[in-house]
């Protein structure tokens, strides 16, 4: 009896190490990834990404579309995801459970895994609208449902102290408000992406839009109540049409992972994105700025072990 009950014991702790050696997360049998809107950058980075790491991993890697940095961290929170592209800014509100995570409390179980390149808040506006005071009373869209751009959005209203009651507003992707603002039905939208973001450049060229800026004294406002924002100069003529520069305030593109990966996955993952910077560049420009420096460069949430296998221990 005694002798049975040991070797019981013997395969339960056998199957238990085997569990753990050859875990269902250490290689996932695939990968999904949350991106963004079409005429965004989160989604084209995201699919060229997904494209090389499925080739290189071998195994299947989808991408989902979504309204942005806010779902993505739902998504991953759910299960439905397991990387999602997310602003440094909404990754810490999430970790931390407050701001527009306040009703949801905290998600610990994710990690940051690298920053890719500053998203600039650009406030795309009509012409004949000079300033952020003048949004007051206009047709303005925030961003997408689910958008990081919202937040920001809101944020930067306030420091001007206007609120959601002062505009008439609209939630709107990248691509449905270059078409709304087409069609007049919009008189400007906020865009947090990477520079040039596809949808500005779009429109840009239809010689109606300027960028509005946010001057000296606002900017510090903004980074003093929110520490992730950092100055944005955008120069001119990075947007056809546009020949003044802008400036504004940034955050970071991250790639954010789930704590069930593990270390050895996301440090393969990091070692093909930076092997194929270049690659994914002729798709999405932005992924020429990723280097070992800025990729540390704004990291709000703990570092996935894997990340720091990989930029420490290489
Ligand atoms: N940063 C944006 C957001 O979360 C999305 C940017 C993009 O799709 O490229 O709202």
Do not use: W
């Not at 955050?251 to 069930?260: C, G, M, P, Q």
Request: charged letters at 20%; one cysteine or more; a negative charge.
């Amino acid at each position: 009896m005694r002798k049975r009950f040991v070797a019981f014991g013997v395969l339960v702790i056998a199957f238990l190490i085997g569990y753990k050696i050859f875990a269902p997360n250490e290689r996932p049998q695939r990968i999904r990834i949350a991106t963004g809107g079409e005429s965004g950058v989160y989604y084209a980075y995201g699919n060229a990404l997904a494209d090389i790491l499925e080739r290189r991993m071998n195994i299947p890697v989808v991408t989902i579309q979504s309204g942005g940095s806010v779902d993505n961290i739902r998504i991953l929170r759910s299960g439905r995801a397991d990387i999602a592209f997310a602003q440094n800014d909404i990754m810490a509100y999430a970790h931390e459970g407050i701001n527009i995570f306040s009703t949801e409390g905290g998600f610990k179980d994710f990690s940051a895994a690298v920053c890719l390149y500053p998203e600039a808040c650009q406030i795309v506006a009509r012409r004949d609208i000079a300033g952020i005071p003048d949004l007051k009373g206009r047709r303005v869209s925030l961003g997408d449902e689910g958008s990081g751009t919202e937040l920001n959005a809101l944020q930067i209203l306030g420091a001007y102290g206007i609120s959601y009651a002062d505009v008439d507003v609209d939630h709107l992707s990248f691509g449905a408000s270059v078409t709304a603002f087409r069609e007049g039905k919009i008189d400007a939208f906020f865009c947090t992406a990477g520079v040039p973001t596809p949808a500005i450049s779009e429109l840009s060229a239809d010689g109606e839009v300027r960028l509005l800026n946010i001057g000296d004294a606002h900017a510090r406002t903004l980074i003093r109540q929110y520490p992730y924002y950092s100055r944005q100069i955008i120069p001119s003529g990075v947007y056809p049409g546009m020949d003044e520069e802008a400036e504004t305030v940034a955050v970071k593109a991250s790639l954010a992972v789930s704590d069930k990966l593990s270390p050895q996955v996301v440090a393969d993952l990091l070692k093909i994105l930076f092997e194929s910077r270049a690659e994914i560049a002729k798709i999405s420009a932005e992924a020429a700025l990723l280097n070992d420096k800025s990729a540390l460069d704004g990291m709000s949430i703990p570092m996935h072990p894997g990340a720091e296998k990989y930029f420490f221990d290489r």
